[in-house]
């Protein structure tokens, strides 16, 4: 069974980087799956941020694509995400995710998800 | 972009009635849509995919409709663990967009 388990700083100051990492047990960065990442601002809907392939290729949101980059490390079984020139906006519960069956994009394997408070 | 707009926002339901809430997307995304779960403080969780298909574990009282624009999701028979937020999500097209989600609650 495949576990995906974000972790980074729960607080960047505006203007800065935001660095997440979501470490992937159970199966390997390398399969023939798209790994993604999506947001949920508090008490809000989702939003689709990007996702990677284990080649390396990339599909980003146009809203984020200018400051957005996913990528994976192989060795580690992980990919990252950063998000730069963060405001308030970029408050939100980020999440990792992994489609479900290879087949199409949509997630059945979610991390559980860190808080990112983007503040001074 | 392609807009999902879900209706109702909120749904009051007693349970053991039936529930069908409803997606629609602003240009046709075929039969590529999912719905998700999320109850506070959790990951959303994938109950349908290609508009019909359930995931697996996914009880039979869930099921899904539609194509092109229009979509359903019904649950038969609400049990207690139904009340939840739920989320349409279109795969058909870059960026992939989510509906705005209806909060299911007991009545």
């Known amino acids: 069974q495949v576990q995906l388990q974000e972790s980074g700083p729960g607080l960047v100051k505006p203007s800065g980087t935001l660095s997440l990492t979501c470490a992937v047990s159970g199966g390997s960065i390398s399969s023939s799956n798209w790994w993604s990442w999506v947001r949920q601002p508090p008490g809000r809907g989702l939003e689709w941020i990007g996702e990677i392939y284990h080649s390396g290729s990339t599909n980003y949101n146009p809203s984020l694509k200018s400051r957005v980059t996913i990528s994976v490390d192989k060795s580690k079984n992980q990919l990252s995400l950063k998000l730069s020139s963060v405001t308030a906006a970029d408050t939100a519960v980020y999440y990792c995710a992994r489609d479900y069956d290879s087949r199409g994009y949509y997630y059945g394997y979610w991390g559980q998800g860190t808080l990112v408070t983007v503040s001074s | 972009e392609i807009v999902m707009t879900q209706s109702p926002a909120t749904l009051s339901v007693s349970p053991g009635e039936r529930a069908t809430l409803s997606c629609r997307a602003s240009?046709?995304?075929?039969?590529?849509l999912a719905w998700y779960q999320q109850k506070p403080g959790q990951a959303p969780r994938l109950l349908i995919y290609?508009?019909?298909t359930r995931a697996t574990g996914i009880p039979a009282r869930f099921s899904g409709s539609g194509s092109g624009t229009e979509f359903t999701l019904t649950i038969s028979s609400l049990q207690s663990e139904d009340f939840a937020v739920y989320y349409c999500q279109q795969y058909n097209n870059w960026p992939y967009t989510f509906g705005q989600g209806t909060k299911l609650e007991i009545k």
């Open positions: 240009q046709s995304v075929v039969s590529n």
């Open positions: 290609g508009a019909s």
